[in-house]
């Protein structure tokens, strides 16, 4: 039993943060939040920690990860060259990262050879220490679109990125309950192009409004959401209107489609950190033309699809896409400052990764916030993000499930 104390604790649920209170964890669970001197309970060998000054919050989630790779100029060649079981201790380690930087929930969108399932089910069962996952699984794609290696020569999908290349509603639908099968927990749609593969251009929309269409109503019927790789307006648009849950990235965002996601209760996971970690002036000059100059214009458009989404009242949450090129596991707070730069509130900000971010995953019943009850996914940062949102990249203190995983700043995991 532990009881927290803090000057400072933001729950998640109210605007403002509540002065001089304490949670009470009990077992893997929160038991008591409130005012010290509202707790009746029985408080007889627990373990009181103060923060004092340092800010309590709830365990922060990512919603684009990649476990993986872990930031390579060119993952690629982790990806073509490397083992499976050499990628999955890399992503175990790199996951790692994440829970100590403050991320208690993750959600892996796109792993070769269902390693994120693994990870997850060997968290769970307490073989090693991790995040909470919810897993993708094997992405979904179609014939020379994202992630479909079509600038290899005789390299397809399913040998390289390792996810699932698929042509028509019939092909899609197989491949959809085929993922549920082997344990994925949603679905996630490369639609359009992207950023960082060769010949193919985030506004190219690759996967029909049918093929998502067939996807939606495949994976809704056997009770799971879908995300989708969606840059590009057209993209989304289809998307939208074929019914999925989530949008990742989603640069190109107007106005018409921000108001019909609004009205559909469509998640926005904007990535900013994907683009800001490749449009560092020192790491410019190490980028292929390719990249950079769809990088460039995507970073033109996007401060005003993210406007857009704000005054239309679209549901954002935080996903960083680490993993990707320069996109470094444990730095994932980052998006957090990236998101009050482009125009959130501080407030909004944690939000975006803790409240939002649960009610996308579809785990608020249990985690996201701070509430009786709700599994003890408790940080402690050091300074007050709601005046500084830096502040949650200074992590002191990890509790996940009731278990210290960072104390004092340092990590208590095993090796
Ligand atoms: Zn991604």
């Known amino acids: 039993m532990f009881i927290l104390k803090s000057r400072n604790i933001i729950d998640g649920v109210k605007e403002k943060a509540m002065e001089n209170g304490i949670i009470v964890v009990k077992g893997e669970k929160i038991e008591f939040v409130g005012e010290d001197s509202s707790f009746k309970g029985n408080r007889r060998g627990a373990e009181v920690i103060d923060f004092e000054e340092k800010t309590i919050m709830p365990g922060m989630m990512d919603a684009h990860v990649h476990p993986s790779f872990n930031g390579e100029p060119d993952f690629w060649d982790i990806v073509l060259t490397k083992t499976d079981p050499y990628r999955t201790v890399k992503a175990l380690v790199n996951l790692q ?38 897993c993708a699984g094997k992405n979904i794609t179609v014939t020379g679109g994202h992630t479909d290696l079509n600038f290899v020569p005789d390299i397809k999908n399913e040998q390289g990125l390792g996810g699932v290349t698929v042509d028509g509603t019939e092909e899609m639908q197989k491949a959809v309950r085929a993922q549920i099968k082997a344990g994925a927990d949603l679905i996630k749609l490369m639609v359009t192009g992207g950023v960082t593969s060769k010949g193919s251009g985030p506004t190219t929309q690759y996967m029909s409004e049918e093929e998502i269409s067939a996807a939606v109503k495949e994976a809704h019927n056997l009770g799971k959401k879908v995300t989708v790789h969606a840059q590009g307006a057209g993209g989304i648009k289809s998307s939208v209107l074929a019914g999925v849950d989530c949008i990742e990235h989603g640069y190109y965002l107007d106005r018409e489609i921000a108001s019909l996601m609004a009205e559909k209760g469509v998640f926005y996971v904007p990535t900013w950190k994907a683009g800001s970690s ?104 050091d300074g007050n993000p709601l005046k500084d949102i830096k502040a949650c990249q200074k992590v002191t203190f990890v509790m996940k499930n009731g278990e210290v995983v960072v104390n004092n700043g340092k990590s208590v995991l095993p090796l």
Request: overall charge negative; hydrophobic content about 40%; proline content about 2%.
């Open 278 to 381: 490749i449009l560092k002036e020192e790491i410019k000059a190490q980028l292929p033309d390719y990249i950079l100059e769809k990088a460039e214009k995507i970073k033109e458009v996007s401060l005003d699809s993210f406007r857009y989404a704000i005054e239309e009242n679209v549901s954002i949450v935080a996903g960083t896409d680490v993993g990707c090129p320069f996109n470094h596991h444990g730095e994932n707070a980052q998006e957090l400052e990236l998101m009050v730069k482009a125009g959130l509130s501080e407030i909004e900000a944690i939000k975006t990764a803790t409240k939002n971010a649960a009610v996308c995953f579809g785990v608020e019943e249990f985690t996201g916030t701070l509430e009786t009850g709700k599994f003890a996914d408790i940080i402690c940062v």
């Open 97 to 134: 990262n994440d829970l100590i930087a403050g991320f208690t929930t993750i959600r892996a969108l796109g792993e070769k050879s269902d390693i994120d399932i693994a990870l997850r089910e060997a968290i769970d069962q307490g073989l090693v220490k991790g995040p909470r996952m919810v």
